[in-house]
T-cell receptor, first 112, second 112 residues
């Protein structure tokens, strides 16, 4: 099947920038998402990008998409301890099935 | 009301019990989803409803039985579950099938 891959762990110091990377294989992906999951909680939609965009910025979050390389990244500026969570990359083709495929998640640890 | 709610938060059941999980949204979304998430794994899609009709069943065992009695409510009826069914069960909704999904906080299910 089609895969979405992420590195499993990332550790940064408070105040630094975090960059979480994701690669996907489905060239027909239309929408790409970043979700945040805190311990014991559900998934919070952080941001999403259409495949015809290459960048989207929302406050401290910047999403970069390289469609040719099928590479998606999430940059968190001025990372805070409250940003510690698991970040899931997901993609869908946006067709009537909306079968969303998730990566395994990147556990971000922010050290004071 | 701009959120997806799920009840109960936690559920412990025996293998012979019958229980139900409930998901509710009042955002006017016409698509609703059930996901299963095991520890340290990404969510896996189970069922998709669109306009109260079952759109996708991802080969889920019949001991899980979804029901969508109206556009705001999605149930998951559980019967004769196995210990390996213990997981976080997440509900999500979207405006239509091809829109971004918003997740509830999940029900943590333990099957003894």
């Amino acid at each position: 099947g089609e895969d979405v891959e992420q590195s499993l762990f990332l550790s940064v110091r408070e105040g630094d920038s975090s960059v979480i990377n994701c690669t996907y294989t489905d060239s027909s992906s239309t929408y790409l998402y970043w979700y945040k999951q805190e311990p014991g909680a559900g998934l919070q939609l952080l941001t999403y990008i259409f495949s015809n965009m290459d960048m989207k910025q929302d406050q401290r979050l910047t999403v970069l998409l390289n469609k040719k390389d099928k590479h998606l990244s999430l940059r968190i500026a001025d990372t805070q301890t409250g940003d510690s969570a698991i970040y899931f990359c997901a993609e869908s083709t946006g067709d009537n099935n909306n079968d969303m495929r998730f990566g395994a998640g990147t556990r971000l640890t922010v050290k004071p | 009301d701009t959120e997806v709610t799920q009840t109960p938060k936690h559920l412990v059941m025996g293998m012979t019990n019958k229980k139900s999980l409930k998901c509710e949204q009042h955002m006017g979304h016409r698509a609703m989803y059930w996901y299963k998430q095991k520890a340290k794994k990404p969510p896996e899609l189970m069922f998709v409803y669109s306009y109260e009709k079952l759109s996708i069943n991802e080969s889920v065992p019949s001991r899980f039985s979804p029901e969508c009695p109206n556009s705001s409510l999605l149930n998951l009826h559980l019967h004769a579950l196995q210990p390996e069914d213990s997981a976080l069960y997440l509900c999500a909704s979207s405006v239509y099938l091809d829109n971004e999904q918003f997740f509830g906080p999940g029900t943590r299910l333990t099957v003894l």
